[in-house]
């Protein structure tokens, strides 16, 4: 059978394409995922207790983007939720991002929000931090640093926050007011049925074929296409001819608790104690009701291809400028596309990941329509 396109993965990136393509071009499409399923990282299921959890780590979305909102309402209803984080420092639950609630807990204080901006700052030492060390010291000075990121970021990174571009940190805003919402985008929720719902809905067409728990390579020199859309590694496709690039993995260790609750947020970060960074509870992001409760104790771990995932770009130099030579080779390919999250090595939030994949569509398929 002959494909007009094949798309390597099954997350976002490449789902958006293949259903603009299948849909708009009439394109026969053909996806290509390794993993036993679609949905990439943002892949939910049941659990064997019956509670909706996200197998990669908590996914929360928002945007402040009208049209990717409406766009993915085409496939899912949602159900409305902003994501709320706290942080447990000095046996205390705080709210994170640090907010003028956080600076007054940890001191014992009652400062104004013009108190606590003069109070910030005080710590702004550059204009241009060199790395994730300088940037969160000159927003929120050594203390809160050594409190909230320090540590949290070793765990993370497995590398001290110097060794670590100021861009990692640069979407954990401060706030000087009592604001305790991790976003503050205009729309935010879930899926109400779950991602992979989302996902079976958006890639429906008789126009989509797809093979699991298949590497692209296995099979690509069979297969009769005339156009490639890649979202699985960078390094990878080029079977790592520059090097390869570094990435931090994740593990998640899953309990249930007969009990309604478990803590009393979605998210609650743990900087300074026990090897993970972070516990989700998934009823307080999905809205389940379900008389036990399911968390994830989030563990940071070093990558190794072919034992864990490459969740994490690490940005640093190395990896910048390997990056940008794997980047220069790809662009030069015809008929190839790098687009998603592994592809283009870059931290993509997932409405950054459709926006991207919708701006590829428009710009170079779009007017190809058949
Ligand atoms: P992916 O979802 O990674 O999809 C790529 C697919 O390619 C994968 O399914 C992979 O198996 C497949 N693949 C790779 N190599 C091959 C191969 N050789 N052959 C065949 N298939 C291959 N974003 C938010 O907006 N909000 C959040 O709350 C949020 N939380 C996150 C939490 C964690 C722990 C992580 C890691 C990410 C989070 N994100 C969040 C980001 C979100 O996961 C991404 O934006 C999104 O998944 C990117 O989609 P993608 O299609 O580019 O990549
Ligand atoms: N971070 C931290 N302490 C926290 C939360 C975040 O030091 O309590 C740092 C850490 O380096 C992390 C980065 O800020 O990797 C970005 O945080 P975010 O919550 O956006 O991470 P993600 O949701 O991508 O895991």
């Not at 983007?65 to 496939?75: D, P, T």
């Not at 390919?333 to 990941?353: H, K, Q, S």
């Amino acid at each position: 059978m002959k494909f007009d396109t094949v798309i390597v993965g099954a997350g976002i990136s490449g789902c958006v394409l293949a259903e603009r393509l299948a849909n708009e071009n009439n394109h026969k499409v053909l996806i290509i995922e390794k993993r036993d399923h679609i949905a990439g990282n943002m892949y939910d299921y049941y659990n064997d207790e019956g509670i909706l959890i996200h197998k990669y780590g908590p996914h929360f979305f928002r945007t402040d983007k009208e049209e990717i909102w409406e766009y993915l309402a085409r496939f899912t209803d949602w159900h409305y939720y902003e994501h709320k984080v706290k942080s447990s420092v000095q046996g205390q639950l705080v709210p994170f991002p640090i907010n003028l609630d956080t600076y007054n807990l940890v001191h014992g204080t009652g400062l104004s929000t013009d108190e606590f901006k003069v109070k910030l700052e005080e710590n702004k030492f550059t204009d241009s931090p060199k790395n994730a060390e300088e940037a969160i010291i000159n927003q929120v000075g050594e203390k809160f640093y050594n409190l909230f990121f320090k540590n949290y970021s070793i765990k993370q990174w497995g590398r001290s926050p110097k060794e670590l571009h100021a861009d990692t940190v640069k979407r954990v805003p401060v706030r000087l007011d009592r604001e305790d919402r991790y976003q503050l985008a205009k729309y935010q929720g879930l899926p109400s049925k779950g991602y992979t719902h989302l996902f079976k809905n958006l890639i429906k067409s008789d126009n989509i074929k797809f093979l699991l728990n298949t590497d692209y390579k296995e099979v690509i020199d069979g297969v009769n296409y005339d156009q490639l859309i890649y979202t699985g590694p960078l390094d990878y496709y080029f079977d790592f001819k520059f090097g390869k690039l570094e990435y931090r993995s994740l593990k998640f260790e899953e309990k249930t608790y007969t009990t309604d609750s478990f803590q009393e947020e979605a998210v609650i970060n743990y900087p300074n104690n026990y090897a993970y960074t972070r516990i989700t509870e998934y009823k307080k992001m999905t809205g389940q009701k379900h008389h036990n409760t399911t968390v994830h104790y989030e563990y940071p771990i070093e990558y190794k291809r072919g034992e864990s995932d490459p969740y994490y770009p690490i940005l640093n130099d190395k990896n910048a400028d390997l990056k940008d030579k794997y980047i220069s080779e790809a662009t030069s390919l015809e008929n190839v596309y790098f687009i998603g999250r592994l592809a283009e090595y870059r931290y993509y939030a997932m409405d950054d990941a459709v926006e991207a994949a919708l701006h590829l569509y428009d710009t170079k398929f779009s007017k190809l329509k058949s």
